[in-house]
């Protein structure tokens, strides 16, 4: 993925994704806030689907536990088996475990036990290793053991079925757009997010605006935050809660500083621009029908 020194962040849909980066992202001093517990377990209740009739249980009803992990869908113990990711046509990747093949030639054909109770004949060359269980979810996916598509893709689905849309990726930030309305961007979150360290709160979009906003307090120079993806991944959605996110801690810091704080009205002006903004530049793609051209 692209290191470049602009921070990103990346937009996908369920079906795509929105990255963001902070690759010269500073390290600051913990200050008092919310805790960690409070903030995780506000994550994954705030999800939910007003806008979604057809989909009669709404997302607050699922906790983390919803999607069990590999191995316990499996009911198997990890360190019994050889398991490996084998590439499917309609699923991307399978999990499995091997039951016959040649020890020390993975060019040989190998039987492989897969998930879905089938057994298959593969070479193991063109398989990818599985984690173990204690990586399954994990908040920074550079923290996995075995780096492969197959588990960062694996990593992403089961995250985002027990409600945590957003997964960090080394200095990047990754986005699986649910495309409905998520209740975890009001004050009580940016109030969550203020202030902290990367490592005291779950991934969320604000701590890259945080990151961002204290780099630019700290080293006095302008700073960046790449927003990328497909159409319909995203970008424009988190592009606004970066400046929701900005512009509510721009007015704290000014009425700390004792001016006239203004945050609030200047967000609202911002946000509000984007509709009347959106209606002259947007265009529609297969994807979006308000893809963003501004």
């Known amino acids: ?115 879905t109770g089938r057994d298959v004949t593969v070479s193991l060359g063109d398989t990818e290793k599985v984690n173990p269980p204690k990586f399954e979810r994990v908040e920074d996916m550079a923290d996995l053991g075995y780096l492969n598509e197959a588990s960062v893709v694996h990593n992403l689905k089961q995250r985002y079925a027990a409600n945590m849309i957003y997964t960090y990726s080394g200095l990047f930030l990754v986005a699986v757009n649910p495309y409905y309305n998520l209740h975890i961007y009001g004050p009580d979150y940016v109030a969550a997010y203020k202030n902290k360290k990367r490592s005291e709160a779950p991934p969320h979009i604000f701590s890259i605006a945080d990151a961002a906003f204290h780099d630019m307090l700290h080293s006095k120079e302008n700073q960046s935050i790449l927003i990328t993806g497909e159409s319909g991944a995203g970008k424009t959605e988190n592009t606004k809660k970066v400046i929701q996110y900005l512009t509510a801690i721009a007015g704290d810091h000014k009425a700390a500083a004792g001016q006239a704080a203004s945050g609030s009205s200047l967000e609202q002006q911002v946000l509000c621009a984007n509709p009347i903004l959106e209606s002259f530049g947007n265009a529609q793609t297969i994807r979006n029908n308000n893809s963003s051209r501004f």
């Open 1 to 115: 993925w692209n290191l470049s020194p602009a921070p990103t962040v990346h937009s996908y849909s369920s079906r795509s994704l929105t990255l963001v980066e902070r690759p010269h992202a500073m390290h600051r001093a913990s200050r008092q806030g919310p805790t960690v517990a409070s903030i995780r377990k506000a994550i994954q209740q705030g999800l939910d689907r007003p806008e979604s009739p057809a989909l009669s249980t709404s997302l607050s009803s699922r906790t983390a536990h919803a999607a069990p992990d590999l191995f316990e869908q499996a009911n198997v113990n990890f360190t019994e088996k050889r398991w490996v990711w084998v590439p499917d046509e309609k699923e991307g990747y399978i999990a499995g475990y091997v039951v016959d093949d040649t020890p020390g030639d993975d060019a040989a054909p190998a039987v492989v036990h897969l998930m």
